[in-house]
């Protein structure tokens, strides 16, 4: 089946030839946190089957798993891979993404995910969040006109993306009977580890691409990601953050506004080191 005409938007509707290469060539950080998005972008379809394999006999979720979200997560992929070889065409993609996917593939297995329906909906919004709010800010970030159209659809994707899992996970709320503390758990857990693991290992392996003589450098490494960290620290939108974050957990109007603020101030920490 060709799911190019479900797709909101396609890589060929980005002309990379109207690319700014003068705007952006010149920022690591930006490529940075370009490419070690793209490396886990590209990396979609193997959490995806694990995703489906989850929810055997849910055909509902597994349709859209197997029919859009998969699709769109890796057309997110390659189109950030595409604009990376674009600006920076020196960079080895392929085989930077190869040795990250020999690290980051181990890691992304069944025994992963929640033994919970529920809870791995309740994870994956954890997980919906993070990537909504990390491609709004670098859309805030970026001025090149292509790379801010790019960011824009695919922060619009990550934001669609989480209605569906919550619409799904408030179905195996009710059915599994999933009270506020182990939804609470469950997002905490999977906050720790989007932190802990997915962005820095993606980092680690731009990094050790760019500079395979400083692989084992943990100095040199953070000397290199920790401006490109604070910079996106700097546009996370905390307040939208923060409120995705909390949504599963159904709190009542009242104290939701109450914990809003002061997390929103925290919120960046969670999310990234």
């Not at 290469?21 to 490529?31: G, I, K």
């Not at 006999?57 to 890796?74: F, K, P, S, V």
């Not at 503390?181 to 469950?186: D, E, L, M, N, T």
Request: proline residues 4%.
């Amino acid at each position: 089946m060709d799911y190019s005409s479900t797709l909101p938007w396609t890589l060929e509707s980005l002309n990379f030839a109207d690319i700014d290469v003068a705007r952006v060539r010149h920022n690591q950080d930006l490529f940075l946190l370009l490419c070690s998005a793209s490396f886990v972008e590209s990396g979609s379809d193997l959490y995806t089957h694990n995703l489906i394999e989850h929810f055997d006999g849910d055909m509902e979720l597994q349709a859209w798993l197997r029919e859009h979200w998969e699709h769109e997560e890796m057309q997110h992929g390659r189109a950030l891979a595409a604009y990376v070889r674009h600006v920076w065409p020196e960079f080895n993609w392929d085989a930077g993404f190869q040795a990250f996917w020999n690290d980051y593939g181990a890691l992304c297995t069944n025994e992963q995910l929640e033994p919970s329906r529920g809870l791995e909906l309740a994870a994956r919004c954890v997980v919906e969040t993070g990537t909504a709010s990390l491609y709004r800010a670098l859309n805030d970030i970026v001025d090149e006109p292509v790379l801010k159209q790019l960011t824009n659809h695919i922060k619009s994707d990550e934001v669609r993306h989480y209605k569906h899992f919550y619409q799904a996970f408030q179905r195996y709320r009710e059915s599994e009977g999933l009270g506020r503390y182990k939804v609470f758990r469950a997002i905490l857990r999977r906050v720790n580890e989007i932190r802990n693991e997915d962005s820095d290992i993606a980092l680690r392996h731009v990094f050790n691409q760019c500079y395979p003589e400083k692989k084992d450098d943990k100095a040199a490494f953070h000397k290199m990601a920790g401006p490109a960290q604070a910079l996106l620290r700097r546009h996370i939108p905390a307040e939208m953050t923060v409120k995705m974050l909390l949504k599963p957990l159904d709190l009542p109007p009242r104290l939701l506004k109450t914990l809003e603020k002061p997390l929103a101030k925290i919120s960046e920490r969670l999310l990234l080191q």
